[in-house]
Each structure stands twice: as C-alpha cells, then as structure tokens.
C-alpha cells in the first residue's frame, strides 16, 4: 500500500509554543488567534490577568490550544519570574512577539520626564528584558527561535500630534531588533519587526491626549488595517517560509507610504 504524504505547510506552527503580550485584546488578540489557528499552544501574556484568561477561554473553546498568564512587561521582576515559570510549565516558545503597549498622547512642549519614562518602560524596556530572558533559554536549550516586535508606522511618518514619547519608545524598539538580530543570528534566533498602521483597538480608543491631527488621519488606498492584517504578518515572520528571514521591517499600514 502507497503511502499517503502530507503537504508541506509553509504556515504551519503545530508543536510550537508563543507567547504573545498585550495579547487579551486588540492587534494581540487578533495575533493570538492567528497563531493559534495555525497550530501553535498560544500563551496569552497580558496586564490584565482576567481578561487574559478570558480570551484564552474563549480559545479554547473554539478548539485551539490557549493559556493565559497575567503579566506587567514594565516589571524585570515579573518579566523574570513569568518567562521561567512559562518555560517550566508549557516549554521554551519557540515564538515571542512583543505586542503589548502603549500609546496615550502628550504634546512636545507640554510632556513630561514621567510620562517619557513610563511610556519607554513599557514599550521598549519591557521587550528589551523579554527578549533577554527568552533568548538565553533558547541559547541555554540549543533552540533556535523567533522574535517578532511590533513597533508603528509612526517611524514611517504615520505620525499625529502628541506622539513624540510613543515614536521614541518604538525608535527604540526596532533599534533592539536590529542589534539583537545581528547578534542572536548565530544561534538561529530571527528577530523581526512590523509596523502597523492605524487600527481601531480599544487601547487606540480610549489613548489620551491632544486631539489626533496629522498625516495619519488621512485615507489610505486599501482602507485602515484591521488586527488580523497585522497578525498576518506575524505568522509570516514566525513561520518556516521565513526561516531565513531577520533584520526586516515590514510596514503593514494599508498603503499609507504611497500616498
């Protein structure tokens, strides 16, 4: 009898394990739900414990594989102690994205050394300790790995007033993944960025500050992008068709560059 083969799936995640931050909504659940859907054991990794758990219930009831931990990515300590007890219980992720975040709006002259530190504490230092912690258990373990980090398109000029502590963060941001590809690129660790354009998520919602005028407030030709657009490029970068694929920065931003 013949053998039946099995395609090979160049999306496919089965056995992996990712874990996702700032993933109990918005472009992070959209992300969690795509990784899951191709086969990866999804670690929701958010501030909101309850509301973490309650996505990755939601997960699992749809038949995919879920967990959920609460996590303060401004937090060494917690970063620490999260990353080896979800090494201990669910294995080393073979995918970390870098997704939580955020995005409140300050104007330049009126900002304030408080609000530059906390939000750099969040959306630079959180996925520089992140990527510390994960990368030398990959090291440590022999396996090589993925890091996805989500940064804006603010850096592309999708830019509106009061963004200058949030640019700054995610300057910093996709600084970290190109050192950190380069060196991490000997033990099989790919580091990538996305830059996503405008998306509707309740933390963009409910960010605050001076009314949001500038160049991102115009239309785009393929509309405002949706998380699951974004989650889309995450599973490109954590998939084996980009096995050889690092130090790369892929705008998805509904082609706002063109415009």
Not at 65 to 73: G, N, R, T
Not at 197 to 210: H, K, L, M, S, Y
Not at 242 to 251: D, E, F, I, K
Request: proline share 5%; aromatic share 6%.
């Amino acid at each position: 009898m013949n053998s039946v083969s099995v395609p090979f799936n160049p999306f496919s995640l089965g056995g992996r394990v990712a874990l996702v931050t700032g993933a109990a909504s918005g472009i992070g659940a959209a992300i969690a739900a795509q990784l899951a859907q191709a086969g990866a054991r999804v670690i929701i990794a958010d501030l909101n414990g309850a509301a973490a758990a309650a996505r990755a219930d939601e997960l699992q009831q749809q038949g995919y594989q879920a967990e959920s931990v609460a996590l303060d990515v401004s937090s060494e300590a917690q970063i620490v102690e999260v990353c080896a007890a979800v090494v201990a219980r669910y294995g080393l992720p073979w995918l970390l994205v870098n997704n939580a975040g955020l995005q409140d709006r300050q104007s330049f002259v009126d900002a304030t050394a408080e609000e530059w530190d906390r939000m750099n504490a969040v959306n630079a230092r959180g996925p520089y300790l992140l990527s510390r912690e994960l990368a030398r258990a990959m090291i440590q373990r022999q396996q090589p790995g993925r890091i996805v980090n989500i940064a804006s398109a603010a850096l592309q000029g999708s830019i509106v007033h009061g963004l200058v502590a949030y640019t700054g963060s995610k300057a910093a941001l996709l600084g970290l993944s190109q050192a950190t590809a380069f060196e991490l690129a000997q033990h099989g660790i790919t580091v990538n960025t996305v830059l996503p354009g405008g998306v509707a998520t309740p933390g963009a919602i409910a960010a605050t500050g001076p009314v949001p005028d500038g160049p991102a407030r115009r239309a785009v030709p393929l509309g405002m992008c949706q998380g699951e657009d974004i989650a889309a490029a995450v599973l490109y970068f954590a998939s084996p068709a980009a096995q050889r694929v690092t130090n790369q920065v892929l705008a998805v931003d509904g082609g706002f560059s063109v415009t």
